[in-house]
């Protein structure tokens, strides 16, 4: 099957910087994403998602943004903090399913 | 948001042994729960998808002998390793959807649980 990807495993910032987690998905019949964040052993939280129908969506000091021409998704986090600190995954629904991809690693520096 | 609650947490258990491990909504009733398997470092793949009161849809590559879903109730779902081996060993963790339709709404998860098989 057809699989969700990420371009990179580890991303290391400053506190107070901005950050971008990408994804490339390759289901173009997907239309729902989702990016979820999960610290270690514990299950992923939701953090926002968006419809196939829009290319952004805001949450707090969260947005995420969709390019269906290149199949990419992205994650930017404003204000990076300490406690952002987690793996971040990116899904994509089908069907009702979900597909993660592979992850990134943010570390956050104090 | 809606509660999804995993136990046990974690358990380990001998080789040959069954586990069972449940999972519960508990503010809400969950019409699809999907069971969830992550070994270290790895993302999430997905097991099985389970629809209260029929049988639960397995992955390619998934045995459903070894690994028994039941969803008896909108409320819980179970599985069981069956006859575990230390291969077996890894982080499940379950999620729930509700409502009739299940495309395109969030699905909660339980805070996993760690298996090990010694």
């Known amino acids: 099957g057809e699989s969700v990807g990420l371009h990179l495993p580890t991303l290391s910032v400053q506190e107070g910087d901005n950050s971008i987690i990408n994804c490339a998905y390759s289901?173009?019949?997907?239309?729902?994403f989702i990016w979820y964040k999960q610290e270690s052993g514990k299950g992923p939280q939701f953090i926002i998602d968006?419809?196939?129908?829009?290319d952004k969506r805001q949450g707090q000091r969260v947005t995420v943004l969709l390019n269906k021409t290149v199949k990419h998704l992205s994650l930017q986090i404003a204000a990076t903090q300490p406690g952002d600190s987690a793996v971040y995954f990116c899904?994509?629904?089908?069907?009702?399913?979900?597909?993660f991809g592979q992850g990134t690693i943010l570390t956050v520096h104090p | 948001g809606a509660v999804v609650s995993q136990h046990p947490s974690w358990v380990i258990c001998k080789s040959g042994t069954s586990v069972k491990i449940e999972c519960r909504s508990l503010?809400?009733?969950?019409?699809?729960m999907f069971w969830y398997r992550q070994f270290p470092k790895q993302s999430l793949m997905l097991m099985a998808t389970?629809?209260?009161?029929?049988?639960?849809t397995y992955e390619q590559g998934v045995e459903k002998d070894k690994f028994l879903i039941n969803h008896a109730s909108l409320t819980l779902s179970t599985l069981t390793v069956t006859s575990a081996h230390p291969e077996d060993s890894s982080f499940y963790i379950c999620?729930?959807?509700w409502g009739t339709g299940t495309m395109n709404t969030e699905a909660f998860f339980g805070q996993g649980t760690r298996l090990t098989v010694v």
């Open positions: 503010d809400f009733q969950a019409t699809t």
């Open positions: 968006i419809r196939s129908n829009m």
């Open positions: 389970s629809n209260e009161g029929s049988k639960a």
């Open positions: 999620s729930a959807k």
């Open positions: 289901n173009s019949a997907s239309d729902y």
């Open positions: 899904a994509e629904e089908d069907y009702g399913k979900l597909t």
